[in-house]
Antibody
């Protein structure tokens, strides 16, 4: 069974940093591109970042470019999102999601982790 | 960026009704479109990929059609468990934007 479990969310002050993790199991993690997608409270879905299976290709939404860094460790079956210079508008549930096939949307999603940016 | 315009934003229908949601892309995206269902407090679930292909395990009352710029998502006979918000997403070009969502309620 495919499982994606996010962790690392919490309350952080504006300008602060946070690192999200996503532990994957039930599939060959190193064969799949992965994504982070977020959802602000009461709002729609926003694609944040994608990383290819071997980390060769990395993409970011303009809203997070230069502040967020996506990475993965295939040996540990883990995906990460380093978030720096956080703003109030980054407050959201962050989902880790597996690409169905490379760059074709996500077929499995984690349960999400809440990031709250507030003073 | 390719903008996705989804309509309606909300919809109220009765059990057994046929429900249709549309998604329009700002430019040709071929068939590079997914449809997701999100129930309150839960993660999104992929229902339809490549505009018209049913994801494994998804009931056949769900279907999708369209190509180019105009796409349709249909529930042939609405069931109580279909209460959710539905999103389209294009994956023709980055950023992989989602539609605004359609909140579906039971009348």
């Amino acid at each position: 069974e495919v499982q994606l479990v996010e962790s690392g969310g919490g309350l952080v002050k504006p300008g602060g940093s946070l690192r999200l993790s996503c532990a994957a199991s039930g599939f060959t993690f190193s064969s799949y591109s992965m994504n982070w997608v977020r959802q602000a409270p009461g709002k729609g879905l926003e694609w944040v970042s994608s990383i290819s299976s071997s980390s060769s290709y990395i993409y970011y939404a303009d809203s997070v470019k230069g502040r967020f860094t996506i990475s993965r460790d295939n040996a540990k079956n883990s995906l990460y999102l380093q978030m720096n210079s956080l703003r109030a508008e980054d407050t959201a549930v962050y989902y880790c999601a597996r690409d169905r096939v490379a760059a074709a949307g996500s077929d499995y999603w984690g349960q999400g982790t809440l990031v709250t940016v507030s003073s | 960026d390719i903008q996705m315009t989804q309509s309606p934003s909300s919809l109220s229908a009765s059990v057994g009704d046929r429900v249709t949601i549309t998604c329009q892309a700002s430019q040709d995206i071929s068939n590079y479109l997914n449809w997701y269902q999100q129930k309150p407090g839960k993660a999104p679930k992929l229902l339809i990929y490549d505009a018209s292909n049913l994801e494994t395990g998804v009931p056949s009352r769900f279907s999708g059609s369209g190509s180019g710029t105009d796409f349709t998502f249909t529930i042939s006979s609405l069931q109580p468990e279909d209460i959710a918000t539905y999103y389209c997403q294009q994956y023709d070009n980055l950023p992989f934007l989602f539609g605004q969502g359609t909140r579906l309620e039971i009348k």
